[in-house]
């Protein structure tokens, strides 16, 4: 099934001053999954060539209200994700259009084709948890573009959907920040990444993480625990490993 909204591009008006917030032409596509889930597609175009675009899933496995609330809470994070990053990269193209419309000399090459692209891969979908990774690449200009990550962790508790924050997923009062720690900076130092002397513990554990039957994984981005040239980095700590500290009463529970 494929939904297309089209709102166009008021760029005149725009560059005039005359609008305070940038639109652009929608399409929307849901591309239906044999599974648990169907994909939701959004895509925007801008001045100079500028786009933006993001995909995110829909649960369909487990019809409930349940399943509605999960859903509107995935839309909510990505959608506002997206729509607030692109709406402002697409207010500075027009700017720099505006700018250099008497001479278009003055717009280099990295003026054009600045792009926003999310996309998401799901760790673990249910009726009652999910957790998703969102990993965006973004281009405005420069030698090359990069890469960050983000989470959608949800949870239905007391019938409500409620964000997963780290602490909620291991037993109260137990401090589990030190072994859990421990267990990034063995597995990171076997990736060698370089800058990890230097990493403080609120930088390992404040990262976007997601968690299924495998564990729990921590995602970091180009310039976190490594220079650019390393890449991405993905830490995941084993079940077996955390199994002992997870609250039995927490997100993780059911997967344990």
């Given at each position: ?61 487990w019809p ?65 948890v999910v ?21 959608a962790n ?103």
């Amino acid at each position: 099934m494929t939904v297309t909204k089209l709102i166009a591009w008021p760029s005149a008006l725009l560059l005039a001053g005359c609008l305070h917030s940038p639109e652009a032409p929608e399409t929307v596509q849901l591309l239906p999954k044999p599974k648990q889930s169907e994909e939701v597609r959004m895509r925007a175009d801008g001045p100079l060539r500028a786009k933006a675009s993001t995909a995110y899933p829909q649960l369909t496995a487990w019809p409930s209200a349940e399943q509605t609330k999960l859903n509107k809470a995935i839309e909510n994070r990505f959608v506002g994700h997206y729509k607030s990053a692109f709406t402002g990269m697409f207010r500075q193209a027009a700017d720099a259009e505006n700018e250099a419309s008497s001479d278009p000399t003055l717009l280099g090459a990295s003026f054009y084709d600045w792009t926003i692209e999310d996309s998401y891969e799901a760790a673990h979908l249910s009726r009652w948890v999910v957790s998703i990774r969102g990993k965006r690449y973004e281009y405005t200009g420069g030698a090359h573009g990069n890469t960050t990550y983000f989470n959608a962790n949800y949870w239905i508790r007391n019938g409500r959907v409620e964000p997963v924050r780290l602490a909620q997923i291991f037993k109260p009062m137990y401090l589990w920040q030190s072994p859990v720690e421990l267990i990034i900076r063995r597995e990171l130092k076997a990736k060698n990444a370089l800058w990890l002397k230097d990493v403080t513990r609120k930088d390992l554990l404040g990262t976007a993480f997601t968690f299924s039957k495998k564990g729990l994984e921590f995602h970091y981005h180009p310039y976190t625990v490594g220079p650019y040239t390393q890449g991405s980095f993905r830490v995941l700590l084993p079940m077996d490993e955390i199994r002992h500290l997870i609250f039995p009463g927490g997100p993780m529970s059911r997967l344990a």
